[in-house]
């Protein structure tokens, strides 16, 4: 089934079962996989690539009025575009073919993009929360400083010769080059309104904050997308400190004694004492010296396995 550009337009009036978004940049993304993907689904399902960043908003706002169902084979940036786009009740199909894809994962549809299709097209509607910061939608996490910083570090590294990100090695290696050059200390440069000072602050969605290959980072144990969002923010954190946090992000352990954890909150504020990296959903947002984050109650239409899990 050959893939259709943006450029096409579906005539006016027109309906068809479902339209499946592809990021053939994506790293788990190859024509057999699509191929088996298209065949999961329902019958008569378009395929749409994408050609660069931002195309997938153009997409759903182009497509959402005349599909039953949107599906998107790629990594967490073009689901972040895509609920950046939606703006109707459509249901969401989100199935993973990137580096990491914490938002499949975290919704119950694990790794394998196949298996993943067979799950959404036999599976259920749920309405499912999102983050804003600044106005942008977010669906598992957003931060400021250390996990932004890193984010953007791995970005200045550019893109391998078929167009993909990194990989998990590729962060591992920034972390520690960003540890060494900080010295392990990382001195409160923020205020979380309300709240306290800190070192840096991680807003969670969703449980897991993120994955580390096959191991959830589990950074707020208590996050859900039934809920407000959680943030996380370590207060001066040095060397000694590190192992601890290491650990508590592992197992889900209680945070430390200095750490603020605010819970089920609609609204946050931060402010930073100098402009701070702001990543969301693993994209960088540029330096801001204030974010406003908010959670959305039930703001798209997820498609999940039948079975609750």
Same mark, same amino acid.
């Given at each position: 089934h050959r893939g259709r550009r943006p450029g096409l337009r579906v005539a006016a009036g027109l309906t068809m079962a479902g339209v499946?978004?592809?990021?053939?940049?994506?790293?788990?993304?190859?024509?057999?996989?699509?191929?088996?993907? @298209?065949?999961?689904?329902?019958?008569?399902?378009?395929? *749409? /690539?994408? &050609? %660069?960043?931002?195309?997938?908003? =153009?997409?759903?706002?182009?497509?959402?009025?005349?599909?039953d169902a949107i599906y998107v084979l790629s990594g967490d940036g073009t689901y972040n575009e895509v609920v950046n786009g939606v703006t109707g009740d459509v249901p969401l199909g989100f199935l993973p073919a990137g580096g990491t894809s914490v938002l499949p994962r975290a919704l119950g549809l694990g790794r394998d993009p196949v298996a993943a299709a067979r799950l959404v097209a036999a599976g259920r509607r749920r309405p499912l929360g999102l983050g804003r910061v600044d106005g942008r939608r977010f669906t598992f996490s957003a931060g400021i400083g250390l996990d932004a910083e890193l984010v953007r570090?791995?970005?200045?590294?550019?893109?391998?010769?078929?167009?993909?990100?990194?990989?998990?090695?590729?962060?591992a290696r920034e972390a520690v080059?960003?540890?060494?050059? @900080?010295?392990?200390?990382f001195p409160d440069a923020l205020t *979380? /309104?309300? &709240? %306290?000072r800190a070192a840096f602050a =991680?807003?969670?969605?969703?449980?897991?904050?993120?994955?580390?290959?096959?191991?959830?980072l589990r950074v707020a144990p208590a996050a859900s997308f039934d809920r407000g969002l959680t943030v996380v923010a370590p207060s001066d954190v040095r060397a000694r400190d590190l192992p601890g946090l290491a650990l508590a992000a592992v197992r889900g352990?209680?945070?430390?004694?200095?750490?603020?954890?605010?819970?089920?909150?609609?609204?946050?504020?931060?402010?930073?004492d100098q402009p701070m990296p702001l990543q969301a959903d693993g994209e960088d947002l540029?330096?801001?010296?204030?974010?406003?984050?908010?959670?959305?109650?039930?703001?798209v239409t997820a498609l999940v396995p039948a079975v609750r899990r």
């Open positions: 499946l978004i592809v990021n053939p940049r994506a790293s788990g993304v190859s024509p057999p996989v699509v191929a088996q993907v @298209r065949a999961a689904l329902p019958a008569d399902v378009e395929v *749409v /690539e994408t &050609a %660069g960043p931002g195309d997938a908003t =153009l997409l759903v706002r182009r497509y959402e009025a005349q599909a570090r791995i970005d200045r590294r550019g893109r391998r010769d078929d167009g993909r990100r990194p990989g998990d090695l590729a962060f080059g960003l540890l060494v050059e @900080r010295r392990c200390r *979380v /309104e309300g &709240a %306290g =991680l807003v969670a969605n969703c449980e897991p904050y993120t994955y580390v290959g096959r191991v959830g352990a209680r945070p430390r004694p200095g750490m603020l954890v605010l819970g089920d909150e609609v609204r946050i504020v931060v402010r930073c540029g330096d801001v010296e204030e974010a406003v984050f908010e959670a959305e109650t039930a703001a």
